[in-house]
């Protein structure tokens, strides 16, 4: 089992060239340079180290899932 250290590039068949931004008990987080944060099952990942650098003007971005849009709760009619 390939185990990487969090800052490391790394690649991926489906989705490319990234960085390692957490490691886990059994999982690797990986922030790809076009496809944002993916958890892998790390035994059964198929992560291969890469020495290609980080993208320019990608140094120390992370980007974040957005948080669901919360609907307003329709206002209650109570009859006295």
């Not at 390939?2 to 068949?13: C, I, L, Q, S, Y």
């Not at 198929?46 to 974040?64: I, N, T, W």
């Amino acid at each position: 089992m390939k185990r990487f250290d969090v800052g490391a590039r790394v690649v991926e068949p489906t989705y490319g060239l990234g960085s390692v931004v957490a490691v886990e008990d059994n999982y690797t987080r990986v922030q790809f340079d076009e496809h944002g944060i993916k958890k892998f099952l790390t035994s059964m990942s198929r992560l291969e180290p890469s020495s290609e650098p980080l993208p320019p003007g990608m140094k120390g971005k992370v980007r974040k899932k957005r948080a669901p849009k919360k609907v307003a709760a329709a206002p209650v009619e109570v009859d006295e």
